[in-house]
């Protein structure tokens, strides 16, 4: 038996957008407004899809996303902010990470599926 975690909890809202790329996390650029996230910015949700000035961006839920560094976040409870690739990475010391649950993570393809 496997487990699946897609479409728990999932919320998805529409935002104003300049240049925001789908499957990377972002941040408020203005009111009504995202942008991608820079390094070190605690992120708002997930860009899931991008065009005419519009974005659908994932706030809560079950969502898989790229991260950056050495290692993968650790599982559990983790803090977690942008890098400048547009990945996720664990948040350092003196940095306010997003609270994630980290559920799984793949070192080949370098992805790390978790709660928002």
């Keep these: 038996m496997s487990v699946a975690f897609e479409g728990i ?5 529409t935002f104003l957008a ?4 789908a499957g990377k996390p972002v941040v408020m650029g203005g009111e009504g407004s995202v942008k991608n996230a820079s390094s070190g910015q605690m ?3 997930v860009a899931l899809h991008a065009r005419d000035g519009h ?3 994932q706030l809560k839920g079950f969502v898989t996303v790229q991260y950056s560094g050495t290692s993968a976040p650790a599982l559990g409870w983790t803090a977690l902010v942008a890098d400048s ?6 948040a350092g010391s003196g940095e306010s ?10 070192s080949e393809k370098k992805t790390v599926d978790l709660f928002l």
Aim: net charge positive; proline share 3%.
């Design 43 to 45: 992120p708002v949700g």
């Design 85 to 90: 690739a547009g990945c996720l990475r664990a």
């Design 97 to 106: 990470g997003r609270m994630c649950l980290v559920v799984a993570r793949d």
């Design 55 to 57: 974005a659908a961006v």
């Design 18 to 21: 300049g240049d925001v790329t």
């Design 9 to 13: 909890d999932r919320l998805v809202v």
